[in-house]
């Protein structure tokens, strides 16, 4: 059993900055790409961030020149690092991972819980 718990969520003032951290455990044989989601109220979840097993990163606009997203394989962890925030990143944030838990399975798509962000203006 996979289980993905992030933290590092919270309020800020605009301007502000948090660092997401999600953690993998349990049965892992192999992580794959991990990536960061989020979803504001009343719209679909969206892609933030993400970063392949040998560091390849990928950004969706809004994240572009703010956002930071690292990992640290040895840890199966993955972090967003969010400066300059603005009220329209208030969103619940979601940690995703693609993972093997043996060295001949197909990899399975795992979700974290979510951590709240909330941005004040």
């Known amino acids: 059993q996979v289980q993905l718990v992030e933290s590092g969520g919270g309020l800020v003032q605009a301007g502000g900055s948090l660092r997401l951290s999600c953690a993998a455990s349990?049965?892992?044989?192999?992580?794959?790409?991990m990536g960061w989601y989020r979803q504001a109220p009343g719209k679909q979840r969206e892609l933030v961030a993400m970063?392949?097993?040998?560091?390849?990163?990928h950004y969706e606009d809004p994240a572009k020149g703010r956002f930071t997203i690292s990992r640290d394989n040895t840890k199966n962890t993955v972090y967003l690092q969010m400066n300059s925030l603005k009220p329209e990143d208030t969103a619940v944030y979601y940690c995703?991972?693609?993972?093997?838990?043996?060295?001949?399975?197909?990899?399975?798509?795992?979700w974290g819980q979510g951590t709240q962000v909330t941005v004040s203006s």
């Open positions: 995703n991972a693609a993972i093997s838990p043996r060295p001949s399975a197909v990899p399975g798509d795992y």
């Open positions: 349990g049965s892992i044989f192999s992580i794959n790409t």
């Open positions: 970063i392949t097993s040998r560091g390849s990163t």
